[in-house]
């Protein structure tokens, strides 16, 4: 039994050093791709999804028709001044239960984003206006103004005023708009 031992440690140490690495005769590659993998362009064109329609591999990244993303509500109205007279003409009102709106929610959203140039009591009097970086902002006791239409201008935007859809939710811009009638109301 100890020779067999012996045997097959010195066999072991014989195997060892004649698998060592020879830089004269490189090794076998067991897996040739994991060791030279193909080198890809990036944001280069790929025949990755190669289809008849001619879209050149891009129909991998297109959503299906008529899909919509989660939690999101389409807003039927595009982006028009026809169609903010059509929403102040439709008296469009928000989908939200009145007794959902947290109006403290609210006024914190509209202090962040709207009381800079509107004012904290919506008179057109904040600090940017105040400082006269921009001027003409209205006050909301002089203006036609309803849910529907708030909420359409803080979508798309109007005149001097970007768009808030991208820092607002839906839910949040209506609870703004309600806000906004609530301070219009007190004006």
Not at 19 to 38: A, L, R, W
Not at 106 to 128: M, P, R, S, V
Not at 157 to 162: D, E, T, V
Not at 174 to 185: F, I, N, T
């Amino acid at each position: 039994m100890k020779s067999l031992l012996k045997i097959a440690v010195v066999t072991g140490i014989i195997v060892s050093f004649s698998s060592c690495k020879d830089n004269s005769k490189p090794n076998y590659q067991y897996m040739p791709n994991m060791y030279e993998s193909v080198a890809y362009e990036t944001y280069s064109e790929s025949d990755a999804f190669n289809s008849p329609t001619g879209l050149k591999g891009k129909e991998g990244q297109l959503p299906p028709n008529g899909s919509i993303k989660r939690g999101f509500v389409p807003y039927e109205y595009p982006d028009t001044p026809e169609a903010l007279l059509a929403v102040k003409a439709a008296n469009l009102k928000s989908p939200l239960d009145s007794t959902k709106v947290d109006m403290k929610k609210a006024q914190e959203l509209f202090d962040i984003y709207c009381a800079i140039c509107h004012g904290t009591a919506g008179d057109g009097q904040g600090k940017l206006v105040k400082q006269q970086k921009f001027l003409g902002v209205p006050s909301y006791k002089d203006r036609q103004i309803n849910e529907g239409s708030v909420f359409h201008v803080q979508t798309y935007g109007l005149n001097s005023m970007g768009s808030y859809a991208n820092q607002l939710s839906q839910e949040e811009r209506w609870m703004v708009a309600s806000y906004v009638m609530e301070l219009k109301s007190k004006l």
